[in-house]
């Protein structure tokens, strides 16, 4: 970390499970942004800030993201020290360390940045001065992931951003055990779990594909990865721009551009 430069945050619950962040890492690896910005970068070095009381999801990423890069250098940075030492318990520098860091990335220049479930303790108003606070120590193409998820990494989402703005949001979840898709509502990332309500664009897309997934019910006899994957196509033709393969929709993902959800 940098001489005189203080950890900026405010410390978070810090429950975490193994593999709790899997869908969120797969989806890195695929991801053209982030895989493009990690595989170009003359120092792939990545952040995952608030990784919580274990370090055990820090470890999986530097795992996982190794098969992209092989030389890949991860960061785990937390605000307590009795984190910080449970992460430096496991490091092995200069593949995977851990330090004491908020949202000033500890004065580091990563070209990833992964925040998860760090925002959804803090108030919507100050979501947008912590995006801008790490995308000020990303380095230039570099990408910031930042969203919520579930304790056992079953409902996820996340908005990824770049030095242009947030750019798509994306909805993930496994489908074997959904009751229906609005049930992500409660792990928006914090610029829009308080937009969920009538007349907001997010509610619209979360009532859209709830009226797609009972329209896909028949499709459920094929499994519900196929009824999944159905009423994301029906979404489509009911106009929303969703964005990605349909073997990623398979997955149990949907993503859209951030602007059809955010109304800006």
């Not at 984190?83 to 490091?91: D, E, M, T």
């Not at 997010?202 to 519900?224: N, Q």
Request: with cysteine; aromatic share 6%.
């Amino acid at each position: 970390m940098a001489r005189g430069l203080k950890p900026v945050g405010s410390p978070t619950r810090g429950t975490t499970n193994p593999n709790r962040l899997r869908r969120i890492d797969r989806w890195m690896l695929w991801e053209p942004l982030v895989r493009g910005a990690l595989s170009a970068a003359t120092d792939p070095l990545v952040v995952d800030l608030g990784y919580g009381a274990s370090p055990v999801t820090t470890v999986e990423l530097a795992q996982r993201l190794s098969t992209v890069r092989p030389d890949v250098r991860v960061l785990g940075l937390e605000l307590d020290p009795e984190r910080v030492a449970a992460g430096r318990a496991v490091a092995d520098p200069p593949r995977l360390d851990f330090r004491s860091g908020g949202f000033e990335l500890a004065g580091t220049r990563p070209v990833v940045v992964r925040a998860f479930n760090v925002l959804r303790q803090y108030s919507e108003a100050d979501v947008a001065p912590s995006w801008e606070a790490m995308l000020s120590g990303i380095a230039p193409g570099g990408v910031l992931v930042e969203g919520t998820c579930d304790e056992v990494g079953r409902l996820c989402a996340w908005v990824t951003l770049t030095h242009d703005g947030p750019r798509t949001l994306t909805l993930s979840c496994r489908t074997a055990s959904l009751e229906r898709p609005s049930t992500l509502a409660e792990r928006l990332p914090k610029a829009l779990i308080h937009r969920n309500v009538e007349g907001e664009p997010v509610h619209a897309l979360m009532s859209t594909l709830d009226s797609c997934w009972a329209a896909a019910a028949p499709y459920g006899a094929f499994g519900a990865r196929a009824r999944w994957t159905e009423a994301v196509r029906l979404l489509t033709e009911q106009g929303w721009p969703v964005l990605g393969r349909r073997d990623r929709w398979r997955l149990g993902e949907v993503t859209v551009p951030w602007h059809t959800v955010s109304g800006g």
